[in-house]
């Protein structure tokens, strides 16, 4: 799948991508081994924590494979993930799960020492979701909620906490989040994206953009100069070949799309902006 596909997925964006993190607890273990995973988008800025542990351990996607094969048929797709566990910067273990839909299956974690699996199962919860999530990028940890409050922390590394307001969510909005390498440096940035206020027909997007020489994160801000149309990023494309990213919005009885492109400074600049009709 190419990545601006993969950008501009979130019409599709399933159940599941909302509702984490998850619980699962071991099946056949003389004691049972329960941990919460969280991820975002397609399974990246994932990370595990063990019941009873306040450490979390990071884990970088190795696979994700969506399984269409039965959509002909009527039958939902299948989503499954593959993550490496990495403690203390090597490689431990590997976990994998599936996901249809609304169901969460075939969880497990495999020992990299002995290869040893061991098979868990999803923890139902006994209270509804209160939207709060977390995510794992270049070891800074995001909280976030994705239907009730605008806030983000970022909490870094070394203890350094920073927080701000994130584009609200209308009434009965929700929140999705994806990580991509949005200005073409070869590192990973992160997204958070919100309906907008009118139809609901596009979504409104905050970016920060990961500096691997302060371990820091940024906003991306859009530049004071040009003609672009759009009041801000929205249904925000990346053209990973072209370096080019796009944002588009409605207006009227048509869209609009600015294109930008980042300059050696690493500054956002404006190229052009379109008015296409219904």
């Known amino acids: 799948m190419k990545l601006n596909l993969i950008i501009f997925s979130f019409f599709i964006v399933p159940f599941f991508a909302y509702a984490q993190p998850f619980t699962f607890r071991s099946e056949a273990t003389a004691k049972p081994i329960e941990f919460t995973m969280s991820w975002v988008g397609h399974g990246k800025a994932a990370f595990v924590r063990y019941k009873g542990k306040t450490a979390v351990i990071p884990l970088q996607l190795k696979s994700s494979v969506l399984d269409t094969t039965d959509r002909e048929s009527g039958q939902q797709d299948v989503h499954h993930f593959k993550w490496k566990e990495v403690y203390n910067g090597k490689v431990t273990g590997e976990y994998g799960l599936s996901i249809c839909y609304r169901a ?64 609200p969510l209308p009434d009965g909005g929700v929140r999705q989040t994806l990580v991509a390498d949005y200005n073409f440096d070869g590192f990973d940035d992160i997204s958070f994206s919100s309906p907008d206020f009118g139809q609901g027909v596009y979504r409104l997007f905050d970016i920060f953009l990961f500096d691997p020489f302060s371990k820091r994160f940024r906003p991306l801000s859009l530049p004071a100069n040009g003609k672009r149309l759009c009041d801000g990023l929205c249904n925000v494309e990346i053209d990973a070949k072209k370096k080019i990213l796009t944002s588009s919005c409605r207006g009227g009885a048509g869209w609009h799309k600015d294109y930008y492109q980042f300059d050696k400074s690493g500054k956002l600049v404006w190229l052009k902006s379109e008015r296409k009709s219904s």
């Open 104 to 167: 969460v299956e075939d969880i497990y974690y495999i020992r990299g020492s002995d290869h040893k699996k061991t098979e868990f199962k999803i923890v139902e919860e006994s209270v509804p979701f209160d939207g709060k999530n977390q995510a794992l990028l270049h070891q800074a940890m995001f909280s976030f909620n994705v239907v009730e409050d605008d806030l983000l922390s970022i909490r870094y590394g070394d203890g350094a906490i920073v927080k701000k307001e994130l584009t």
